[in-house]
Nanobody
Framework: QVQLVESGGGLVQTGGSLRLSCAAS????????IGWFRQAPGKERECVAA????????YYTDSVKGRFSISRDNAKNTVYLQMNGLKPEDTAVYYC?????????????????WGQGTQVTVSS
């Protein structure tokens, strides 16, 4: 089992940057695929980015390609989401999630463990 804690959210102006962190407990963190999801008010939760535990696969939703970057540091049990060029439409609660499978990275229902979320607000 793994427990996840997100941090790094906040208020930023359009065009600004934030780096979200997802810190995980557990000795087998390196065996988990980690995804970043977001949910805006009135909208469904969507996968923003994900990275497999094998390092061989990453996923980005089209709207963040070229602006967001996901990375992981297994020694620190942490996954990062670097967000540059932020837009008001990026405003949402951002969650990290974990699973053991290395396929279907964007499939929300396949993730077993979830953090509590961190708010990201981008002002225009």
């Amino acid at each position: 089992q793994v427990q996840l804690v997100e941090s790094g959210g906040g208020l930023v102006q359009t065009g600004g940057s934030l780096r979200l962190s997802c810190a995980a407990s557990g000795r087998t963190f390196s065996s988990y695929t980690i995804g970043w999801f977001r949910q805006a008010p009135g909208k469904e939760r969507e996968c923003v980015a994900a990275i497999s535990w094998t390092y061989s696969s990453t996923y980005y939703t089209d709207s963040v390609k070229g602006r967001f970057s996901i990375s992981r540091d297994n020694a620190k049990n942490t996954v990062y989401l670097q967000m540059n060029g932020l837009k008001p439409e990026d405003t949402a609660v951002y969650y990290c999630a974990a699973k053991t499978s290395a396929v279907f990275l964007s499939r929300l229902s396949s993730y077993n463990y979830w953090g509590q979320g961190t708010q990201v607000t981008v002002s225009s």
